[in-house]
Nanobody, 121 residues
Framework: QVQVVESGGDMVQTGGSLKLSCVAS????????MAWYRQAPGKQRELVAS???????RYGDSVKGRFTISRDNAKNAVYLQMNSLKPEDTAVYYC???????????????WGQGTQVTVSS
């Protein structure tokens, strides 16, 4: 099957930067949309950014102008460059991958385990 693993979470000061990475591996035929979500304790999960297979972009209102999503199809990877970080960005960040599975061509959304981002004031 497919495994999705995030990395890059850390503790930083307000105004700092981090780059998160997420790599999918396994019996992958292709990947459609990939996305980053985040969830803070006691809050609902929210969309941070998404990117289609063709490079179409969407960002959550709270991160527009500060975060940038990108992908490397050859590596089955998606990245999130996070700049001008604020304490409100503190959360567990998860990536998702809409995967076409080989050899059956079944479609399924996979999620990573999450990586913690903490922004101190």
């Amino acid at each position: 099957q497919v495994q999705v693993v995030e990395s890059g979470g850390d503790m930083v000061q307000t105004g700092g930067s981090l780059k998160l990475s997420c790599v999918a591996s396994g019996t992958i035929q292709s990947i459609n949309d990939m996305a980053w979500y985040r969830q803070a304790p006691g809050k609902q999960r929210e969309l941070v950014a998404s990117i289609t297979s063709g490079g179409g972009l969407r960002y959550g209102d709270s991160v527009k102008g500060r975060f940038t999503i990108s992908r490397d199809n050859a590596k089955n990877a998606v990245y999130l460059q996070m700049n001008s970080l604020k304490p409100e960005d503190t959360a567990v960040y998860y990536c998702s991958a809409d995967v076409i599975i080989a050899p059956t061509w079944a479609r399924y959304e996979y999620w990573g385990q999450g990586t913690q981002v903490t922004v101190s004031s």
